[in-house]
């Protein structure tokens, strides 16, 4: 089911860049995206609220009166939810936050001369805008995995947007609803795609403008994203899902499979891609797919998926070479699965998430692990980490010098200035000894 790439014994003729080339993409096009993305942003910038509501109509088919959702309903979904359900938003909420308390860094304070001291203070953004995607699968869980860093950061102020579901009587997935009332956040919008990007970054006379934008979306929502950033702070232009599996002979062809097709059920464009040194494994692999996928609820999108450009297995030499292929890739999600997981995965640069051996599915991460699902995609594993506490906060530098640090460091100064013909800098210094 998934095509070959054969790499094996190749992957040192190649440089980084050529390998990422080689590797299986899916097609994100955000430039092309923001062609159609402009004119809802600049209708919303111009008329506010009643631009928010005439773009839900046209594209989610449901005429809103308010774009703000009641109160009451926000505890009604609470209150209907099922026990057992309840029990998993909680044990969701409550590891995440354990481990999301976990990255807070104090205040530091550094005397980098005698009088002289320069302070670092985290403090956290005033407010912020958390989207929830409501696609093909609406994303209860990424409520938690937006909502719960922020409030660690200490942010006072947390509006939520999630599309209008006709089938709910034009507010959002209940199950949003429902996160949102267990985390306390009363501020949701029945708002979906780029509409919700701009409500946030412009404002209405509805929903007051944020500082930051965070959550995962479709192409458009990450072209929005692109079109705001600067006007206020994005998370990252999150694209569709990614899974990667480094594997060797030992792994089970059935765990492989299971996890492959659990991240290509997001959706027709998710990638899923197998790195591995045993051409064996990879058949067995095929085979456990070909036996499995007819039988999934989304057999289509995950045959769609899994059979696509942007999913396939790459086929290399040894762990070496899987390594480095795995590092060109960047995957969103990647399993290790091989003899000795925990030593491929501490030579792993590039990857949102790793999950070790046969018991830490990607699964287990994009509900319970206590870990953040809010992850880059296409490569940006790169550069750009997950969605964390510190997405939420800005670290400040507060500098204190007496009179005589600044004396010992005067000429200093002056010299620095006076090098980048910028004499005022250095008068700003010898004002202050001057009798």
């Keep these: 089911m998934l095509r070959r790439i054969e790499l094996a014994n190749r992957v040192s003729t190649h440089t980084t860049r050529q390998l990422s080339e080689l590797m299986p993409r899916a097609e994100v096009d955000v430039q092309s995206a923001l062609k159609s993305v402009h004119p809802i942003l600049q209708a919303i910038q111009a008329r506010g609220t009643t631009a928010v509501i005439d773009t839900v109509e046209h594209f989610d088919r449901v005429k809103l009166e308010t774009t703000r959702v009641p109160t009451s309903d926000i505890k009604e ?10 029990r998993a938003y909680q044990t969701s909420i409550d590891r995440a936050r354990i481990a ?83 985390l306390g956040i009363d501020e949701v919008y029945a708002v979906g795609g ?4 701009g409500m946030f970054a412009y404002g209405t006379d509805e929903c007051e403008p944020v500082d930051v ?32 599996i480094v594997a060797d002979r030992t792994a089970d062809p059935a765990h492989v499979a299971v996890d492959l097709i659990s991240q290509a059920e997001h959706d027709p464009s998710a990638a899923a891609v197998l790195i591995t040194d045993s ?8 085979e456990e797919l070909a036996e499995r996928v007819p039988d999934t609820r989304h057999s289509e999108r995950i045959h769609t998926a899994l059979t696509g450009p942007q999913s396939a297995a790459v086929l290399v030499a040894d762990m070496e070479e899987a390594i480095t292929v795995a590092d060109a890739y960047a995957a969103e999600h990647l399993e290790i699965h091989t003899v000795d997981p925990h030593q491929v995965a501490d030579d792993i640069h590039n990857a949102g998430a790793i999950f070790i ?79």
């Design 279 to 286: 051409p064996s494994l990879a058949s067995a692999v095929d």
């Design 194 to 197: 780029p509409a919700a990007i």
């Design 100 to 182: 999301h308390e976990a990255q807070t860094v104090p205040n530091k304070r550094t005397d980098v001369a005698p009088g002289g001291v320069v302070s670092e203070r985290y403090v956290p953004v005033r407010r912020v805008g958390l989207y929830a995607p409501g696609g093909l699968a609406p994303l209860a869980s990424s409520v938690i995995m937006n909502a719960v860093p922020a409030q660690v950061a200490g942010v006072d102020s947390i509006a939520l947007a999630s599309p209008a579901q006709k089938a709910n009587g034009g507010l959002p997935d209940s199950g949003v609803l429902a996160v949102a009332g267990l």
């Design 77 to 86: 979904a609470v209150q209907h939810l099922d026990a057992d359900l309840r």
């Design 357 to 435: 051996g046969p018991y830490s599915p990607v699964s287990l991460g994009d509900y319970c692990a206590g870990s953040n699902h809010v992850l880059p995609t296409g490569g940006c594993a790169r550069h750009t980490g997950g969605l964390s506490v510190h997405t939420f906060q800005r670290a400040i530098h507060v500098v204190d010098y007496t009179a005589e640090a600044l004396r010992d460091v005067a000429s200093d100064v002056i010299t620095f200035a006076n090098s980048e013909d910028l004499p005022a800098h250095g008068q700003a210094i010898a004002e202050r000894f001057q009798k």
């Design 213 to 244: 934008v965070s959550g995962p979306g479709n192409v458009y929502v990450a072209a929005a994203k692109r079109a705001v950033r600067g006007l206020v702070g994005i998370d990252a232009e999150a694209g569709t899902t990614e899974i990667a």
